[in-house]
């Protein structure tokens, strides 16, 4: 979830000034990773000094203390072992604004840097009763089970093996102990990876292959010593452990950090969400199709005599290319040894895709995600899971996440002032550049597919019908349900209507129209030249929900039923909107196709539709709380808004 880096430094023959732009450099590219917060630390000889600040990468290096910490450490330092090691923060559990959640986490006489995510962390704590709990975030966790096996074994590797032996969860670590004098690097899904000098005094450990690699390519002094042949994956589960033979007396740790910061949420004090619920007793009032479970409130909707639907009449069931199509694929895949990224949020769809490409088709993929601001910890948490249980390298690219919350907050304060139901969908805009980025990673990392699990039957015609664009479902030319994206003419339609939006409400135009742009050119505009696993074989919900569950203990959500979009920090909201407004959601669209390809009655859509389209009060809070937008208030205006069902 976040980068880290470490280095070990035993005697090279490299400069101070080297390795200060060494430093830099890593905290750079790093920060893809992770903008919430950056963090170092430095020991040599007799001390361990740790810098973490509530600040991206970029930022810490203009910062004073940096700085003058930098000097201090690093240029005008004469000790000839030094080991280093940094981190660049995507904040999970544990506000930034409470330094010592900030990382390198800092205790006694130890030091860590942590990416993943430790889903049996309060399991790890009940067997440390002696060890006290300092901080929120789960990377303590493992430095004191560390500390309690060291206690134990007076081993650093067995120490570290054993520790990791009871990690659930993807964890990649970088812990320094001044006892003894150890740096140790480890992981337990493959995101750690490291490159040497030829007498291996230098060695240098990041996040990512990637990071090395322009590492090497962008410092002359360093190609001299390392080659990018050198660079290896860190085996699973087996702790590097680098010592050297200083015994003398040490320091307490130096720790530099900015001063604790109150929480400044708009949404501190109690709601009576009862004001805000959904009347449903009205909403089973309204006329739905006799087919299907689509409400009269659909854009465009029309029914026939016998009270069918247009969307039903018009519909062509899913038809697949078959098991034996994907299975020669398949073969042809391992035949010529060709390399994939699974496009992996930790939904339920793309968790599951994960487990058929790696169980049933015997593909290690890399694992992406575009984290843009809205996925949320129980996504994180899902990720995690995954990646550990399977194995897999995780590669998380982070868009600038207060940039981008603040973006939606603009548009949704903007919305707020004239709400309309085609404009809904800019809250989600940024999320778009997802697609720029996967290409981006493809051709980084040199991969020949990218691998996707996208659901056809999530398509939900209204956002764009709300827009007026006439579904093509209900248009002569359609042949089937498409996984993504509009016909241009259609494009053009719904361009023209925004274009009105924004001159009768000129609060869109904000610093989020050019991040809008490039979303929707990312979406509409660049290659989408996918491997789509629902296009060989149908979608099985329950198979997908009892294999998750049964074998990854994946994590439901505590405010709904469904296992459908709980990762996804928007969809609470939105569909409170639609609910609220239109008396349907896209649980409706979903259980409607699922009716038409003869996968569900219509009474058991009935009854999920009701069941899911509940207000999910807890799950809009975060939204509210990330975003910074006062929830009641927002609560009243959607409740105010007149029903197009009345």
Not at 8 to 16: A, F, H, L, P, Y
Not at 238 to 251: H, P
Not at 277 to 283: C, G, H, K, L
């Amino acid at each position: 979830m976040c980068g880290i880096w470490g280095i070990s430094d035993m005697g090279e023959d490299i400069t101070r000034q080297t390795l200060a732009n060494i430093i830099k450099k890593l905290m750079m590219l790093a920060e893809v990773r992770g903008k919430d917060a950056s963090g170092i630390a430095v020991m040599q000889e007799d001390k361990l000094c740790v810098l973490r600040k509530a600040k991206a990468s970029h930022e810490l290096l203009n910062d004073v203390e940096f700085v003058r910490y930098l000097e201090e450490n690093i240029l005008e330092s004469d000790s000839s072992n030094i080991w280093i090691m940094g981190h660049s923060r995507l904040v999970t559990n544990g506000t930034q604004y409470n330094p010592k959640n900030n990382q390198p986490v800092s205790k006694e006489n130890m030091a860590i840097v942590h990416n993943g995510i430790i889903v049996n962390e309060d399991e790890l704590w009940i067997h440390l009763p002696e060890h006290t709990r300092e901080c929120e975030v789960d990377s303590e966790v493992i430095l004191e089970t560390f500390r309690k096996k060291y206690r134990e074994s007076r081993d650093a590797k067995s120490a570290s093996d054993e520790t990791y032996s009871n990690l659930n969860g993807m964890a990649s670590t970088i812990l320094m102990m001044q006892e003894g004098h150890h740096m140790i690097a480890a992981t337990n899904n493959g995101s750690l990876y490291e490159c040497h000098s030829k007498d291996g005094k230098l060695r240098i450990f990041a996040s990512e292959r990637l990071m090395l690699e322009k590492l090497i390519l962008t410092t002359p002094e360093l190609k001299k010593l390392i080659s990018e042949k050198s660079i290896t994956q860190l085996a699973m589960g087996k702790s590097v452990v680098m010592s050297d033979a200083y015994t003398g007396e040490v320091s307490d740790i130096e720790i530099i950090q900015d001063s604790p910061t109150e929480n400044h949420s708009p949404n501190l004090s109690k709601i009576n969400y009862s004001k805000y619920e959904i009347d449903f007793d009205r909403i089973r009032k309204i006329k739905r199709c006799s087919k299907c479970v689509l409400p009269e409130t659909m854009p465009f909707i029309e029914f026939d005599r016998d009270g069918v639907c247009n969307y039903c009449r018009g519909y062509r069931k899913m038809s697949y290319m078959g098991k034996a199509e994907l299975d020669k694929w398949n073969d042809d895949f391992h035949k010529n040894n060709k390399t994939a990224m699974i496009s992996f949020s930790g939904g339920r769809d793309s968790s599951y895709g994960l487990h058929y490409f790696v169980k049933e088709m015997g593909i290690k993929p890399v694992a992406y995600c575009y984290d843009w601001g809205m996925v949320t910890d129980l996504a994180r948490r899902n990720q995690s899971r995954m990646c550990e249980k399977l194995g897999i390298e995780f590669i998380l690219v982070s868009a600038d996440l207060k940039k981008k919350r603040n973006n939606i907050k603009k548009n949704v304060e903007a919305w707020l002032r004239k709400p309309s139901l085609g404009m809904v969908p800019i809250f989600m805009a940024g999320d778009k550049q997802y697609y720029y980025y996967a290409n981006k990673v493809m051709g980084d990392y040199k991969l020949d597919t990218t691998l996707m699990a996208t659901n056809p039957l999530e398509k939900t015609y209204f956002k764009f019908g709300f827009c007026g664009v006439k579904p093509d479902i209900l248009k002569e030319k359609f042949k089937k349900l498409d996984f993504e994206r509009l016909p241009a003419s259609d494009v053009l339609k719904m361009s023209g209507y925004y274009v009105n939006q924004f001159v009768g409400n000129p609060a869109y135009i904000n610093s989020s129209i050019i991040d809008t742009a490039t979303a929707t050119a990312s979406y509409y505009v660049i290659p989408h030249n996918y491997f789509r696993l629902y296009e060989y074989i149908p979608w099985d919900e329950e198979l997908v929900d009892k294999t998750l569950i049964s074998e990854y203990g994946w994590e439901l959500a505590n405010d709904t039923e469904t296992t459908w979009r709980i990762g996804d920090g928007t969809a609470p909201f939105y569909n409170y909107i639609y609910c609220m407004v239109a008396g349907f959601t896209e649980n409706d669209t979903l259980r409607s196709n699922q009716i038409r390809e003869g996968m569900l009655d219509r009474d058991k859509a009935l009854e999920l539709v009701y069941r899911d389209n509940k207000e999910r009060f807890d799950s809009m809070r975060w939204y509210f709380d990330v975003i910074g937008v006062n929830m009641e208030d927002t609560l009243k205006i959607v409740s105010e808004i007149p029903k197009r069902y009345e």
